[in-house]
Nanobody, 122 residues
Framework: QVQLVESGGGLVQAGGSLRLSCAAS????????MGWFRQAPGKEREFVAS????????YSLGSAKGRFTISRDNAKNTVYLQMNRLKPEDTAVYYC???????????????WGQGTQVTVSS
């Protein structure tokens, strides 16, 4: 099993940056693909980015592409999401998740953190 705890969320002005962290415990972190998802009020959970178990492949979709960067440090059992040029529409609860692949679908992930709130003011 993998236990996940996100941190780093907060309130930021549009155009600013935040770095989210997700600390993992459990034996299988280094063999798990990791993903970041987000969910805004009244909307479905949305894939943001994923990284392979070894960290050699990263994938992002949509508006996150080119602004957000996912990375991981297996020595620290931590995955990161660097978010730049934030927009008000990035406001959401951000979740990290662990799975066997880095697929862009929430159903492909087995373990989830509790989420961290990101609010971007205009």
């Amino acid at each position: 099993q993998v236990q996940l705890v996100e941190s780093g969320g907060g309130l930021v002005q549009a155009g600013g940056s935040l770095r989210l962290s997700c600390a993992a415990s459990g034996r299988t972190f280094s063999s798990s693909a990791m993903g970041w998802f987000r969910q805004a009020p009244g909307k479905e959970r949305e894939f943001v980015a994923s990284v392979s178990a070894r960290g050699d492949r990263a994938y992002s979709l949509g508006s996150a592409k080119g602004r957000f960067t996912i990375s991981r440090d297996n020595a620290k059992n931590t995955v990161y999401l660097q978010m730049n040029r934030l927009k008000p529409e990035d406001t959401a609860v951000y979740y990290c998740a662990a799975g066997s692949t880095g697929a862009p679908s929430w159903s492909r992930y087995d373990y989830w953190g509790q989420g961290t709130q990101v609010t971007v003011s205009s």
